[in-house]
């Protein structure tokens, strides 16, 4: 406190010492919806039905999808969680089953895999690019082990060559969690389509929206049409089934009209998109790169980017911890924010306690009540989480906004330096 006050305020003093913000200028926004989500929402009530399978809007989301991810085959849903949770009911992943995945990750991620009675098992992650460390998920795999979940964090492709060599080796399943990464590529292809199935989420804030939707996509026909069953209710609409009803259990993850409309009138916004947001965070990482203290996030080998957020480190010993720094950037005007999800997510109560279910008196307990959840599991995420300071990307940000944003960071990384 007695350098902060005795240091006279210059350009270079931060906010949070009574320097003027960076920020002079609210960041400039993309509009998110206008007049072709207008003009495909009045197409699809005109038709009489919002129903999907009467209806053209979904059928068509579904076909433009695969299209642009170059799967073959998409089924949309009504939500990211929906479309993993139908992928592993589609791949017939059963009770007991090991699923391995990260611990930072939107919740959505493992809600599908304790519905189908599995037990999630986290990896650990690669201490710059927050995605799954392949030798940790390796280190993890037992004879229950049945699938992968690689989550795309930020829209930073996983290591995808060497989580697949894993999978082939222990003959497991590899799901993309592509919920963060619309747009991102992976040795030149869109993510989504090395795995058996990939799922994305229209939720309203990832790059692409509808309110509430998904998607899962295959490269599989059968796999696809387990994947449309199991979005139904099991109820198999083709014209040419010889069971109709159900033969396995399936919620009903359906996607209306409305929604169908929404995302295909989005879709051909996603370049663009995406463009803007690879040139800004590309610029922000060049322009921040060498400030000592700070740890920026690392593009995986072959991956081109889609930035759903910005992630950094903070290196205490040199600067300040994440919520100082964070609460910093705050007062220069910045969108950040400390920790991102805050604990990794075996430390949720859900986990710790495994408190799935409301009762547990006399109800045989679920699976993963017999595994252990426990701080220290995976060491890197959790300091990954807690070094971690989080900038909010938007596609409308501009040159003004780079340029205030860097000079903000800049400015309160040296100032806490000296400190
Ligand atoms: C958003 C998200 C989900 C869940 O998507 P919803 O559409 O909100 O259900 C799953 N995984 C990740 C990584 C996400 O970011």
Request: glycine letters at 20%.
């Given at each position: 406190m007695t350098t902060m006050t005795t240091r006279a305020i210059s350009q270079d003093t931060p906010a949070i010492a009574g320097g003027t913000p960076a920020k002079t200028t609210p960041f400039a926004r993309a509009k998110r919806y206008g007049s072709e989500e207008l003009e495909q929402l009045e197409e699809a009530l005109d038709q009489q039905t919002l129903f999907y399978a009467q209806g053209t809007k979904v059928k068509a989301l579904e076909a433009a999808f695969a299209q642009a991810v170059g799967a073959g085959f998409a089924v949309a849903t009504s939500s990211g969680t929906s479309a993993l949770h139908a992928a592993l009911i589609a791949l017939g992943i059963s009770p007991g089953d090991e699923v391995i995945t990260t611990p930072i990750t939107d919740i959505g991620t493992l809600v599908p895999i304790l519905y189908q009675n599995a037990v999630p098992v986290f990896a650990d992650l690669d201490p710059h690019t927050y995605n799954l460390d392949p030798q940790s998920v390796a280190a993890r795999v037992s004879p229950r082990t049945r699938a992968i979940v690689a989550v795309h964090l930020a829209g930073n492709a996983c290591d995808l060559s060497a989580l697949q060599t894993i999978a082939d080796r222990h003959n497991l399943f590899l799901i993309e969690d592509c919920a963060q990464a619309h747009g991102c590529a992976y040795e030149g292809r869109p993510v989504?389509?090395?795995?058996?199935i990939g799922c994305f989420s229209f939720n309203e804030f990832k790059h692409i929206a509808c309110g509430d939707g998904g998607v899962a996509v295959t490269r599989d026909p059968q796999l696809a049409h387990r994947l449309r069953l199991a979005t139904d209710k099991g109820y198999d609409r083709s014209p040419d089934a010889l069971v109709r009803q159900a033969q396995f259990l399936a919620n009903n993850y359906r996607l209306t009209e409305l929604q169908g409309a929404v995302a295909l009138a989005q879709l051909p916004k996603l370049g663009a998109i995406v463009a803007r947001r690879r040139a800004w965070c590309g610029q922000l990482s060049e322009r921040l790169a060498g400030i000592a203290g700070l740890s920026l996030p690392r593009i995986t080998p072959g991956c081109d980017p889609s930035w759903w957020f910005y992630l950094l480190r903070v290196i205490p010993d040199v600067l300040t911890d994440a919520d100082a720094f964070a609460a910093g950037l705050r007062a220069e005007g910045l969108p950040a924010s400390a920790?991102?999800?805050?604990?990794?997510?075996?430390?949720?109560p859900l986990f710790a306690d495994h408190c799935a279910f409301a009762r547990s008196d006399g109800a045989p307990p679920p699976a993963y009540a017999s595994y252990p959840y426990h701080h220290g599991q995976c060491p890197t995420a959790e300091s990954i989480l807690n070094t971690g300071v989080q900038i909010a990307i938007n596609e409308g940000y501009s040159q003004s906004d780079l340029d205030e944003s860097v000079r903000a960071i800049d400015r309160l990384a040296r100032w806490f330096q000296h400190k």
């Open positions: 989504g389509t090395t795995g058996q920790h991102y999800i805050g604990k990794c997510i075996y430390e949720y």
